[in-house]
Every structure is written in structure tokens, then in C-alpha cells.
Nanobody, 127 residues
């Protein structure tokens, strides 16, 4: 059964860092594009990064380039999202999502492009 399983998250103090994980199973890793999204209460789900498997490239929306780093590990079939210098505005539920095709720089930030979703990881930034 194809699925994405997330781990990580929790309560973090402002200025801190954390890492989220998204492990894929039941997929052919090289065919799987993966995006990271976040959704704060009452707001729409927005892209944080996405991974293009055929190019091995990771894309970020301009607003996310500075503090967000995504890394893929093919041997583990896992993609990680590292967030630095967290602030309260980063509090949200973070989701990884997958689709079995290449996505270009613009399409990969669209939530509607993705078929598979992780269960979500709650991140709360507070002192």
C-alpha cells in the first residue's frame, strides 16, 4: 500500500530549529515527487518546498528559501524538512505530499497536483 508517514514536530521555542521526516513506502522512489506544505488554523495550505525526482532538484517558494531546507535520502526513501530560526508564524500543521510524476517549478507548489498525503505534523512555536 502506497503511503507517506511523517514524524517529528512538536513544541519549539522561538529561534529554535526542528526537523520533520516523511518516509515513503509502496512507491518507486525515483518516480515520486514530494512536496512539503503547511497549514495554519484558518488559513490555506501553502507550499514550503518540493522535490523533483528526475532532476534530483529541490525547489522553494521565494518566501521559504532562507530558513527551510529539504533533503532527500534515496536509500531511506525519506525526505526531510529542516526549519531554522523558528518564529510563532511558523506554527502550523506540516504535511508532505506525493505524486507519481515529475512536477515543474510552478506546478510543484500547487496542492492540487498531489495525490498522496502524510498524516500531518503539528509544529508549535512558543516560549
Amino acid at each position: 500500500q502506497a503511503r507517506l508517514v511523517q514524524s517529528g514536530g512538536g513544541l519549539v521555542q522561538p529561534g529554535g530549529s526542528l526537523r520533520l521526516s516523511c518516509a515513503a513506502s509502496g512507491f518507486t522512489w525515483d518516480d515520486l515527487a514530494i512536496g512539503w506544505f503547511r497549514q495554519a488554523p484558518g488559513k490555506e495550505r501553502v507550499a514550503v518546498s518540493c522535490f523533483n525526482p528526475s532532476l534530483g532538484a529541490i525547489y522553494y517558494p521565494p518566501s521559504m528559501k532562507d530558513r527551510f531546507t529539504a533533503r532527500s535520502n534515496r536509500d531511506e526513501s525519506t525526505i526531510y524538512l529542516h526549519i531554522d530560526n523558528l518564529n510563532p508564524d511558523d506554527s502550523a500543521t506540516y504535511y508532505c505530499a506525493g505524486v507519481l510524476r515529475d512536477v515543474n517549478y510552478f506546478d510543484c507548489f500547487d496542492v492540487n497536483e498531489y495525490l498522496y498525503w502524510g498524516q500531518g505534523s503539528q509544529v508549535t512555536v512558543s516560549s
